[in-house]
């Protein structure tokens, strides 16, 4: 019943209360004093509960289509000084919908009626939810109006999900499958276009997906082109993208200070959106500009159009134009474990930075027979020795071994970012970025194996993994900070949050951070040795396992 | 004012020089570069003079660096020419930049550098973006622009 109270006591007390209302002169010890001496018996401990539902039954008689007259004439309401009871039976009234039916081990209401959700009627609801439909988009605050069982349904919805989770785990696909009917019928019930039933309704898909379709999730990916379109729309819809960019490019343009060749090694190009904002500040850096490489990792494109030496020709137009010397290498494949050191070409007097946004964690998924690809990758980056290893990760642990866990992780991840989305006011900039986020979500909850890409990990075990590949970290210091409140503050959305994280800057909605950017440089080698050789002194024992 | 006109009229044998501000667009400028945004645009509307004139870049850079803390260095001027030019700046950037920083009185504000580098990134990003939907290049079917979030209100 109640969203946060324990759902059991209430049924117990509506029958506690309905048995000691009969003849009893004293209120029992439990009975609020003050309501009992106006005639009404409430228990304490229903008390925030009560007054919750005399809330939303105001909202519900306000909001109300029709007239109320039949509250007078066909309701029959008994015993009003049970104020719990009569509360909870006038809002049953207003919707006149019996509760959904479940099998009885996962029935967490009232215990109340169970009927046959097929043959529920559907007008009523469509009168609410056309006056929740109606509540002004502008409101960021998102206190959208909501029915008592609107909000029941849309906890009940969070509650099916978890459950049809957890029996995809144990492998009862017959109960995951007529769990994902029951939560299809729930979803007529609430408002799909923002909140938990938006975000519930794309979880739905992707668990319907992976338990009648497994087949077809492979091909959910899209084409090269698509993905960069979808890419482009998320950059465009908030401000993730565009944190991760200028982030990474203020720690870029710091570890580039006093050097004349620099060489950016970029693991995922798509549209080259980050580097114009470099290329601009380094052609008005103190001193003037380096001479400027940069190196596009990016997919094949199909058709046979060169789209990563597009890209490199748009670069190198603009870079011509503000007068930096710039040039374009682009390295086409498909996976990121397929690119190897010789490719990039890196000169050993330059300067390299390596930009990842969003790629390490797709070298996480381990194939046994051979050596695991995140290992292989982050150790011929070191031996680069890059100046700085610019990381942006989803600050999520989706990774996990277990499936329920992996998805309930998900489920609050994305309700966070999808909250944070409804306050983008451009389409439909708003729609495709979300078509890029459910992209994301079928991955982390169909897929399994080489093809479960999306292996979010948390900052803190990205920095044990970095620290044991030999790397320390670099603090992105008070610029870096500055410029991504200055961006925040030109988005008009109120809840995003700019924090520092142990010299990491961390991105997220309100209390969740959702985006981590970290700067990482080469551990150097062991004291010892440099020092020896400084001053001169050739160890002739040298122990090369000595750390 | 009635003397004057009395004089003048008297005087209109006389051909007695008058000042219009059009004969000498030096002073015209040195007026239009004092002053802000909006009212450069009501000045632009004026007359063709007036609007060839404001559309002088100098004019727009005085006042997108007028309130700066210390003076841009002069590489700025090339770049920001390359990219579109101050009036550009100006519209695109600077003034949506501006009024979402601060809340008081945008023309009084000191500009920090930070926010004057930011703009200049953005602007970047802005030209880049056209130059993709000119071209045949791989982004010219994506019509939108990293800096339409700029043209949203504010969030009251």
Request: glycine share 6%.
């Amino acid at each position: 019943m109640g969203p946060y109270g324990s759902t059991t006591c209430s049924g117990v007390s509506r029958s506690a209360s309905s048995s000691s209302s009969s003849s009893v002169t004293k209120p029992p010890a439990d009975i609020d004093g003050c309501l009992a001496d106006a005639g009404y018996k409430v228990r304490s401990s229903d008390l925030r509960h009560v007054a919750q539902r005399l809330e939303r039954l105001e909202t519900v008689m306000v909001n109300s289509p029709g007239d109320l007259s039949h509250l007078a004439s066909d309701a029959v309401l008994y015993n009003p000084s049970d104020l719990a009871t009569w509360v909870d039976s006038l809002l049953t009234e207003f919707n006149h919908q019996p509760l959904i039916s479940l099998p009885s081990d996962l029935d967490f209401s009232d215990g109340a009626v169970i009927n046959n959700p097929a043959a529920l009627p559907r007008e009523t609801w469509t009168d609410n939810s056309s006056v929740i439909a109606a509540a002004p988009q502008q409101n960021h605050n998102q206190l959208t109006v909501v029915t008592a069982m609107e909000e029941d349904s849309g906890i009940r919805l969070v509650h099916l999900l978890v459950t049809c989770a957890e029996s995809v785990q144990r492998g009862d696909l017959a109960l995951a499958g007529s769990l994902i009917e029951n939560m299809q019928a729930l979803l007529t019930r609430v408002n799909t276009s923002c909140g938990i039933g938006k975000v519930a309704g794309y979880f739905i898909d992707a668990l319907s997906r992976r338990i009648f379709s497994p087949q077809t999730v492979g091909s959910a990916s899209g084409s090269v082109h698509e993905n960069e379109l979808l890419y482009h729309y998320f950059y465009e819809a908030c401000p993730y993208l565009k944190f991760a960019h200028f982030t990474a490019n203020q720690a870029i343009l710091e570890a580039f200070d006093g050097h004349d060749c620099v060489h950016v090694i970029d693991f995922n190009l798509m549209h080259g959106l980050q580097w114009p904002a470099l290329i601009q500040a380094l052609a008005l850096r103190p001193g003037g500009p380096p001479l400027l490489r940069l190196t596009g990792i990016g997919p094949p494109s199909p058709d046979g159009r060169d789209s990563l030496r597009e890209i490199g020709l748009r670069l190198a137009e603009l870079a011509r134009s503000v007068n930096v010397g710039f040039a374009f290498r682009g390295v086409a494949a498909s996976r990121l474990e397929d690119v190897k050191p010789w490719m990039l070409q890196v000169n050993p007097k330059e300067a390299v930075a390596v930009n990842s946004i969003m790629q390490l964690h797709r070298l996480l998924g381990s194939d046994t027979n051979r050596n695991s690809p995140i290992e292989m990758v982050l150790s011929w980056i070191r031996n680069l020795n890059p100046k700085i290893v610019a990381v942006v990760e989803q600050e999520a642990d989706h990774n996990k071994p277990g499936f329920l866990d992996r998805f309930t992780e998900a489920l609050y991840y994305y309700s966070n970012m999808f909250d944070s989305l409804e306050a983008c006011a451009m389409q439909p900039e708003k729609a495709l970025a979300e078509i890029y986020i459910q992209r994301e979500i079928c991955n982390v909850v169909c897929c399994e194996g080489a093809a479960r890409v999306e292996r979010h990990e948390p900052l803190d075990k990205w920095r044990t993994r970095l620290e044991q590949a030999g790397f320390r970290p670099l603090h992105l210091g008070s610029n870096a900070y500055k410029q991504a409140s200055m961006l925040l503050t030109l988005f008009s959305a109120e809840g995003y949050r700019v924090e520092e994280n142990q010299g990491c800057l961390t991105l997220g909605w309100h209390n969740r951070p959702l985006i981590a950017a970290s700067g990482w440089q080469v551990m150097s080698m062991p004291e010892a040795t440099t020092n020896q050789e400084a001053v001169g002194i050739i160890n002739q024992n040298n122990n090369p396992n000595h750390i | 004012m009635h003397q004057n006109q009395n004089t003048s009229s008297q005087d209109s044998k006389e051909k007695r020089p008058k000042f219009f501000i059009n004969d000498h667009i030096d002073i015209l400028v040195e007026i239009l570069k004092r002053l802000d945004g909006p009212s450069l645009g009501v000045a632009a509307c004026v007359c063709h003079l007036w609007s060839t004139v404001a559309r002088n870049d100098t004019i727009w850079e005085h006042l997108c660096f007028r309130h700066v803390s210390s003076p841009p260095p002069c590489s700025v001027r090339h770049v920001v020419v390359a990219l579109g030019g101050y009036k550009r700046l100006y519209r695109v950037c600077m003034r949506p930049v501006l009024s979402r920083l601060s809340d008081s009185d945008m023309v009084k504000r000191v500009w920090t550098r930070d926010e004057i580098q930011l703009s200049l990134s953005l602007f970047c990003v802005d030209y880049y973006e056209r130059s993709g939907r000119l071209g045949a290049g791989g982004g010219g079917d994506a019509s939108a622009s990293s800096l339409m979030f700029l043209c949203n209100t504010v969030n009251v």
